[in-house]
């Protein structure tokens, strides 16, 4: 089995997880630049109000949960901690990351390009969880960063784009559309009869979990708790989408 060198580190056995943090000065630097440009940003756009700031806030402390706490580091050892990392980054961080920022909520009142940023996000997720590539991915930290960035940046354009100001259905659609392909992706990888992710075959008995037994964690989280914040922006729209023409109807009565 060829050697691995994963970004967020060795595989951490449980007695030595909560010191595994992730403290790449690369990273921190990053991070705080993104606070400091969303900041500048924030003072001069009358767009920017106490409700997009602490989305904003809320996105950036989850990303930072996910790339520098010991959470990182379970993610070299367990196949379902990186793709719980995934369902987070892309279901979770991202959405807040838009709803914080103004100008990609025009985007997503005005975009008609919803149907072809699915498409591109279900290919990008469906790549990086194929056996190969995600093994690329934890020997290579540059393929690492493009995974990460093509699944954050991909999720954020689909975020961006959904279509909350128009007819329920356009709406409805990619949410829908990702629940069915995730799951259908959690499915395979629930169901497949032997282990498919050659990093973890050696890091997951220290965790009391066989490899199989890990990947069949991971495609239940690909499969169920990954649909929830995609139901439940469906709901939130049909929600809206019915209180619309009550809301009409009553001002015309008050008219």
Same mark, same amino acid.
């Given at each position: ?28 630097? !990053? ?9 500048? %940003? ?30 990182? %580091? ?16 892309? %279901? ?75 007819? %329920? ?16 992706? !959690? ?51 049909? !929600? ?16």
């Amino acid at each position: 089995m060829p050697l691995y060198d994963p970004y967020c580190g060795p595989a951490p056995v449980p007695s030595e997880l909560w010191t595994s943090w992730n403290l790449d000065p690369w990273l921190i630097s !990053g991070m705080l630049l993104s606070v400091a440009a969303y900041a500048l %940003a924030a003072r001069t756009s009358s767009k920017t109000g106490p409700r997009e700031i602490i989305c904003f806030t809320c996105g950036w402390l989850v990303l930072a949960v996910l790339y520098v706490s010991p959470f990182c %580091a379970l993610t070299s050892a367990l196949f379902s901690a990186r793709v719980a990392h995934h369902v987070i980054t892309i %279901a979770i961080a991202a959405p807040l990351i838009v709803l914080g920022c103004p100008f990609l909520a025009r985007s997503r009142r005005t975009s008609n390009g919803h149907g072809i940023v699915f498409i591109v996000q279900m290919a990008t997720i469906w790549i990086w969880h194929a056996p190969a590539p995600y093994a690329a991915a934890l020997g290579s930290h540059g393929v690492f960063w493009l995974m990460q960035a093509s699944l954050l940046g991909t999720a954020i354009l689909f975020w961006g784009t959904l279509p909350l100001r128009q007819a %329920a259905l356009p709406s409805l659609l990619p949410l829908l559309g990702n629940v069915a392909q995730m799951g259908l992706l !959690g499915a395979l990888i629930t169901f497949a009869p032997a282990p498919l992710y050659e990093p973890h075959l050696g890091t997951t008995a220290a965790w009391h979990l066989s490899p199989l037994e890990d990947q069949q964690v991971a495609g239940l989280i690909m499969w169920i708790p990954a649909a929830i914040p995609y139901v439940l922006a469906a709901l939130l729209i049909v !929600g809206a989408s019915l209180d619309g023409p009550s809301l009409s109807r009553r001002r015309e009565g008050a008219a």
